[in-house]
């Protein structure tokens, strides 16, 4: 794998690590923000595992339902 996606990997999974911490800070259940997001539980289990590269509209998504900022999302990942 290139650096290049070794550092999307990276990142990736720190994302969905920052999201899993948020969402158990809430009390949030992933079916919980799957509904407020709009998204499915599965799809939420799959992005706190870094398994997905997700879109700007997504990141919006997640972050209103809870009740964040996108920017708050990414604080100390790069």
């Known amino acids: ?3 290049r996606k070794e550092n999307a ?10 999201i899993r911490k948020l969402r ?3 009390a949030l259940s992933q079916t919980t923000l799957a509904e407020l997001s709009g998204l499915s539980p599965s799809y939420i289990g799959d992005i706190e595992r870094g ?3 997700i879109g700007v ?3 919006k998504a ?3 339902a809870l ?5 708050r ?3 100390g990942i790069a």
């Open 24 to 26: 158990i800070g809430k």
């Open 1 to 3: 794998m290139t650096d």
């Open 67 to 71: 009740n964040t900022d996108v920017s």
């Open 57 to 59: 509209s997504t990141l």
């Open 73 to 75: 999302l990414f604080d």
């Open 9 to 18: 990997k990276r990142i990736q999974k720190a994302l969905g690590e920052r």
């Open 51 to 53: 398994e997905h590269d």
């Open 62 to 64: 997640v972050a209103q």
